[in-house]
C-alpha cells in the first residue's frame, strides 16, 4: 500500500460496531469485537499487530475492523462463495490470481482483504454485484468472493493485509 492513513483513533474502532449490521441482533455480539480490537492507545498508535477472535463470525457475515487506520473486511464465506471463487475462469480476470492463494491453507471459509477499492478507495458493499462478492457504488467496480476485481474500473483485486491464524478461530493481523 503506497500511502498510508492516519493511525487508528477511538472512533475507528466504534467502526466495528456500526460497519458490520445486517443481522438481526449482531449488535450484541459486535461488541466483545469491540473489546477485543481495542488494545491500549499507545499500542494502536505503535500499529502493532492485532488479535481477531472469528468464533463470533457466522457463515456469510463480512466483518468490517481498522488495522493502522487501513480498513478491512473478515468475511466468513459460504460453502457456495468458496465454490464459486474457485471455480472462477482465470483466463477472464483483469487480475488473476488463484482463491487458494488468497485465503490459508485449510482456511478456505476466511476471506481477509483490505476493504477499501483500488480504483479511487471508497468503500464497496458486500454482497452485491454480479458475483456476489462486493460491489463499489463510487464507479461501478465489481469484486468476487476472493475479493477480485471482475468489472468495472479497480485495476487490482482488494490486497490481502499480513495476517496469521494463532488458533483454529483466532487471527492476528499485523
Ligand atoms: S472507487 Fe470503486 S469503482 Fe471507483
Not at 498510508?4 to 466504534?14: C, G, H, I, Q, S
Not at 494502536?44 to 488495522?67: C, R, S
Not at 487501513?70 to 465454490?83: G, S
Request: glycine share 10%; proline share 9%; net charge neutral.
Amino acid at each position: 500500500m503506497a500511502t498510508m492513513a492516519p493511525e487508528p483513533t477511538r472512533r475507528d474502532f466504534l467502526f466495528i460496531a456500526t460497519g458490520a449490521v445486517g443481522a438481526v441482533g449482531l449488535a450484541s455480539a459486535i461488541w466483545p469485537f469491540v473489546s477485543q480490537m481495542a488494545p491500549d492507545a499507545a499500542t494502536v498508535a505503535a500499529g502493532a499487530p492485532v488479535d481477531f477472535d472469528l468464533a463470533p463470525v457466522t457463515e456469510g457475515q463480512i466483518v468490517k475492523l481498522f488495522w493502522r487506520g487501513k480498513l478491512i473486511f473478515v468475511r466468513h464465506r459460504t460453502a457456495q462463495e468458496i465454490k464459486d471463487a474457485q471455480a472462477a475462469d482465470l483466463g477472464s480476470m483483469r487480475d488473476p490470481e488463484p482463491d487458494q492463494k488468497r485465503v490459508k491453507s485449510g482456511k478456505d471459509q476466511w476471506l481477509v482483504v483490505y476493504g477499501n477499492c483500488t480504483h479511487l478507495g471508497c468503500v464497496p458493499l458486500g454482497n452485491e454485484g454480479a458475483y456476489k462478492g462486493w460491489f463499489c457504488p463510487c464507479h461501478g467496480s465489481v469484486f468476487d468472493t476472493s475479493g477480485r476485481i471482475r468489472q468495472g474500473p479497480a485495476p487490482t483485486n482488494l490486497p490481502i493485509p499480513p495476517f496469521e491464524f494463532v488458533s483454529d478461530t483466532k487471527i492476528r493481523i499485523g
